[in-house]
């Protein structure tokens, strides 16, 4: 198993206060609210400057995320696409069903990092927030005996269906902040959708800057190979089940504090994109033939539509804020577009920035995938000055080499482009899909 999967980034997260969630759900099929909360900026009077040290923890987090990722053949850069009209839309099961639909919170303070919601552990139920993460497998909380924890504690003594071992759990980081306990079993429920005897790493310490964030803990939505626990993931085991209208969940972000922000178990939402979902096969192949990720071939960035950047294997990770793409891959990228330079120097290694006041007028930076084209919102791409009074601004796609060579590199796509892009995850026929956020 991979020993570092488990990256989150509320480890660079302040303390926020929670509105409790109406759930919104449908037999088969239910959404769950997610909020969003950040401190990529730091406020100076009305100016938004970028936060360096949020940055910068959030690229060794996700270095580490998938610093063992297995390596294969390269992948294709080109792949076929299909698009389908679906017949799991929860506009029309709720047409065919008799329950209610939960709106959801997005809290914001400048920048849109991290997407969280409800869960219930437990019997009686004991709700806790969690990060939906799909990079990482495993579901790990808090529990009410930690020491260090933030958030309101699971406790495992009130649970009559909890189920100890002695197995460790352990999640650490190179800046010194670790989260450790035992691998545990519990019913898990989120928006009203039941797993009885889940794995999960019941959390009993943690110290650095985990003590600080606002989740009790993750729920990984990728593969069981990555999952540090051994358990098979939440989200796998009710698809297995036969629970569900579809095996699969798509993901909506909203941006700039915006309501409406959900993850829709067993369903899509027609009501959160425009046009067709055009869907493309995983690539197994970027890891040794195992799937771990929710990953596709891509052929890589492109400025104002010109020659790729060069072609990676695509992870859709909601638990990552910014992009990561191979470093000389974003040295090509930064070389096309206008005034754009190094950062090494004033941010760290792999970043770049560019003038500020030609944010208003670049030209499109675009993700290929298969034959389509698929845009960065330039508001996302822009992180703001250096530093006070700069007239250079930090830009959203960092340079960092995961993986092999080649076409089976991995580059991370976080929720600076996921917002853009409504994203499907579908397991049942091990593809993901995209249509255009409505916003």
């Known amino acids: 198993m991979l020993a570092l999967t488990l990256a989150a980034q509320i480890a660079i997260l302040s303390a926020l206060g929670l509105a409790s969630p109406v759930e ?8 769950v609210p997610m909020r969003a909360r950040s401190p990529m900026y730091i406020r100076s009077g009305a100016e938004k400057i970028f936060n360096k ?36 839309d929860i506009n029309t099961l709720r047409k065919r069903a008799s329950s209610g639909i939960e709106s959801l919170t997005d809290d914001y303070d400048g920048i849109d990092e991290l997407y969280y919601g409800t869960i219930n552990i437990g019997t009686p139920a004991q709700p806790n927030t969690v990060d939906f993460d799909t990079g990482s497998s495993d579901l790990w909380v808090a529990t009410s005996t930690c020491k260090g924890c933030f958030g ?37 429920t989120v928006a009203g959708l039941t797993v009885t005897g889940q794995g999960l790493g019941a959390v009993t310490k943690e110290s650095g800057s985990f003590e600080d964030g606002p989740t009790d803990g993750l729920l990984g939505l990728g593969f069981t190979a990555n999952a540090e626990t051994g358990k098979t993931p939440w989200f796998i085991n009710l698809a297995n089940s036969g629970t569900l209208a579809s095996k699969i969940f798509s993901v909506y972000q909203a941006r700039n504090g915006a309501s409406g922000s959900e993850i829709c178990f067993g369903c899509t939402d027609s009501a959160k994109y425009t046009g067709a979902i055009t869907y493309y096969p995983l690539d197994p192949s970027a890891t040794s033939g195992t799937q771990y990720y929710w990953n596709t071939p891509a052929a890589g960035f492109t400025y104002n539509s010109g020659t790729s950047s060069g072609a ?4 859709i990770d909601t638990g990552t804020t910014l992009i990561y793409i191979p470093t000389a891959y974003a040295k090509t990228l930064y070389s096309k577009i206008p005034g754009a330079k190094s950062a090494a120097s004033t941010v760290g290694a792999g970043f770049y920035s560019f003038p ?32 006070s009074g700069s007239s250079s601004c930090v830009a959203g796609i960092i340079g960092e080499d995961i993986g092999g060579s080649g076409a089976d590199q991995l580059a991370i796509i976080g929720d600076e482009w996921i917002k853009s892009w409504y994203s499907v995850f579908d397991y049942g026929n091990l593809r993901v899909g995209f249509a255009q956020a409505l916003h």
């Open 24 to 31: 919104k759900r449908i037999p088969g099929a239910t959404i």
């Open 356 to 387: 500020c006041s030609s944010a208003s007028t670049l030209a499109p930076i675009q993700l290929k995938i298969g034959s389509a084209y698929y845009a960065v919102n330039m508001a996302d791409f822009n992180l703001g000055p250096v530093s």
């Open 152 to 188: 309101d504690a699971y406790n495992t003594a009130k649970s009559s269906t909890y189920k100890g071992s002695t197995t460790p759990f352990s999640i650490s980081y190179e800046d010194g902040s670790e989260a450790s306990g035992t691998v545990a079993t519990d019913t898990v």
């Open 53 to 88: 040290d949020a940055a910068l923890a959030e690229k060794v987090r996700v270095v580490q995320k998938y610093a063992q990722s297995i390596k294969g053949p390269a992948a294709a850069a080109l792949v076929k696409r299909s698009e389908v009209t679906e017949n799991f």
């Open 312 to 315: 990676f294997s695509a992870v």
